[in-house]
């Protein structure tokens, strides 16, 4: 791979198909007005699906969060489940066919449209939506089998963090931190209590329970929030969201992060200490195994 870090030259744009407002287009030709309050003010939100073997996976999950956060930002769904899938699938598809990718993610946003430059929310806009697909790229078997360093830091972002907004300079910032410590990623804390990662939901383990922080405005509730339950559900695993102390944290017996493209992951040092005790310190735990082979049959019967 071509490194463009010492030229100043970017990489070149994909090509792919992509969806703007109704119209199929190659991603590196599309364009959006200046004035799009998306690109003014990040007045917007997005989605990010994975599909395996172009099947989409929790497709309804996902679309039910993103009206969740478009009925935040009174920005009516500009389109139905079924015109979501179409444009879904068809990019999905397109992409399979011109690169050969096995697992694709689905990127979706709607912002409030395009409008002189004004804080007030203008009635009346035309959202604009995007729709682009990429290959998702799923952590390797080292990772997998040895788990990832991360770091902690404070969360500094603002209190509306259950909107999977388009505002994202906060976690571009928290996911630095770790970027710059050469680890996967940053465990933020409120406080002196867990909330989530820059681009991940953080999982607890300690005497066999599976802990995450409650579903409340600080955290944005991971698709994968529910899935874990019902896993735990299914294999008999304790399972409790509570607020969850940096104590508990560095303390834990085992340490999983988990998002779409991550799946879950275990963490195993975090700030180069690591994590668990005894024989199983360091190492990833049992719990996450079976959490991992949870998802995997997750995958096979959720996916459309």
């Not at 770790?178 to 607890?204: I, P, Q």
Request: glycine share 8%.
């Amino acid at each position: 791979m071509q490194d463009f870090s010492d030229t100043g030259a970017s990489p070149p744009l994909p090509d792919s198909l992509c969806y703007l407002n109704g119209d199929y287009g190659r991603l590196c030709d599309t364009k959006v007005s200046v004035l799009d309050r998306g690109f003014i003010f990040g007045d917007g939100v997005y989605e990010v699906l994975p599909a395996y073997e172009g099947k989409l996976f929790r497709f309804e999950q996902h679309l039910a969060r993103l009206d969740r956060s478009l009925e935040e930002l009174r920005i009516s769904n500009p389109l139905t489940q079924d015109e979501w899938l179409a444009v879904a699938r068809r990019l999905i598809q397109s992409l399979a066919q011109g690169t050969g990718a096995s697992h694709q993610l689905i990127y979706i946003q709607v912002t409030r449209g395009v409008a002189v430059r004004d804080h007030v929310m203008p009635p009346g806009l035309r959202p604009t939506v995007f729709v682009m697909c990429g290959e998702m790229k799923l952590p390797s078997p080292a990772q997998r089998a040895d788990g990832v360093d991360c770091v902690t830091a404070d969360d500094f972002r603002w209190a509306k963090a259950h909107i999977k907004s388009t505002s994202l300079l906060g976690a571009v910032f928290a996911r630095q931190i770790s970027a710059d410590a050469g680890a996967m990623e940053t465990v933020m804390f409120r406080g002196e209590h867990l909330s989530e990662a820059a681009a991940s939901n953080v999982w607890v383990v300690k005497d066999g329970v599976v802990m995450g922080p409650p579903k409340d405005n600080l955290v944005l509730e991971g698709i994968r929030f529910g899935l874990i339950e019902d896993i735990c559900r299914e294999e008999g695993i304790p399972f409790e969201l509570r607020r969850i102390s940096r104590a508990e944290v560095l303390d834990a017996d085992e340490l999983m992060l988990s998002s779409a493209t991550k799946e879950v992951l275990p963490i195993t040092t975090l700030d180069g200490q690591p994590v668990g005790h005894g024989a199983q310190q360091g190492r990833p735990g049992p719990v996450y195994a079976r959490l991992y082979a949870g998802y995997q049959r997750a995958k096979l019967k959720q996916s459309i």
